[in-house]
């Protein structure tokens, strides 16, 4: 994929003992607790094996942790003991399938693609811009595990808008603040861990205001039920195994966003360079910009050499989900 993932699998049939084999880029799928996945690092590079016995389903993993690698890391003990490290992150080194738009950003007209996660104001002016009929102000989430039997088997059948095929699957609502983060403006919203590229689809569906009333607008948002119905139920496709750069749910990924570090970093000894070649050069060759630091929006204002580390590592000290997240860096 577009991080230079690599992935093989093989598929069983229903009735064989090895249900799936995957080799490569490998996710562990950890049962749904905050406090089992939280400790489970992504881009692990290996071999994972998914066998059912009987009612007994086995995974087995063997991985190793590939990607972002630390340079240098010195130990510091006084008061408090702490590290400082260097960690290099090339531009390619995306944190993939976390974060997400709820709608197609191609309708966001004269801001997409700059359009900036962290910047209220312009999120507050895309949404007021939308027509009520597609504007959410309530959005669940859901995923779809290809090869496993759901959690909640009376949960959704969804068909996907704009798929003519007739064919519903049964999906499994997550949980905001558990599961994902929504950010206030309902524009985008960040999983807590990784989306399987190879096992997992995910769709949302939600509510608009309609005369002051939250109202199901289906042709827009969708049905955002919590369980099945006899009705046709239907949301809208945000990512899955097929989802390529010629689909229409590409866009829908957010992949501007580098992670950094997590709950244990102090945010204040953050500092960040960007460069570009092999002689790590700061400044830009033409246009207004004096460091790549200021083109890309993560100067400080009245210092181009200075990262603004206040403003552009999510979460910030303002956001509600603070304690709950690991550092993220949002690129324009």
């Keep these: 994929d577009a991080s230079n993932n690599i992935s093989l699998v093989y598929r069983g ?3 064989q003992a090895l249900q799936q084999l995957q080799v490569g880029n ?5 049962p749904a607790s905050r406090f089992i996945t939280a400790g489970i690092p992504s881009g692990n590079y290996g071999l994972q094996a998914i066998g059912r016995i009987g009612p007994l389903d086995i995974r087995a993993i063997a991985a190793q942790q590939m990607g972002n690698v630390v340079q240098d890391r010195d130990f510091e003990i006084g008061d408090s003991a702490y590290s400082n490290g260097r960690l290099d992150i090339a531009d390619w080194q995306v944190e993939a399938r976390r974060f997400f738009f709820t709608v197609d950003p191609r309708l966001f007209r004269g801001e997409y693609p700059n359009v900036d996660l962290l910047d209220r104001a312009q999120l507050a002016r895309i949404a007021s811009a ?11 989430v859901y995923r779809l595990q290809y090869g ?13 808008l704009g798929d003519p095929s007739p064919a519903r699957q049964t999906y499994d609502l997550l949980r905001e603040g558990v599961d994902y983060y929504m950010d206030p403006s309902q524009l985008w919203f960040a999983l807590v861990r990784p989306l399987n590229p190879t096992s997992e689809r995910l769709v949302v569906a939600y509510y608009v205001r309609i005369g002051g009333r939250d109202t199901v607008w289906t042709t827009t948002g969708g049905t955002p039920d919590v369980q099945a119905t006899a009705a046709d139920q239907w949301a809208n496709l945000v990512s899955d195994p097929g989802v390529g750069p010629g689909s229409p749910a590409f866009d829908r990924e957010i992949r501007s966003v580098y992670r950094i570090g997590g709950e244990d970093m102090a945010r204040s000894s953050v500092q960040l360079r960007v460069f570009a070649g092999a002689g790590e050069q700061e400044r830009p060759i033409a246009g207004p910009a004096q460091t790549y630091l200021q083109m890309f929006g993560l100067a400080q204002a009245n210092n181009s050499e200075r990262f603004d580390v206040e403003n552009r590592v999510w979460p910030r000290p303002s956001d509600p989900n603070i304690n709950n997240y690991s550092r993220i860096i949002r690129v324009n």
């Design 13 to 15: 049939t229903p009735r």
């Design 26 to 30: 490998v996710s562990f799928d950890a």
């Design 130 to 140: 939308l027509p009520d009929t597609l504007r959410p102000v309530k959005v669940l």
């Design 148 to 160: 496993t039997q759901p959690q909640n088997p009376n949960g959704p059948r969804f068909r996907v």
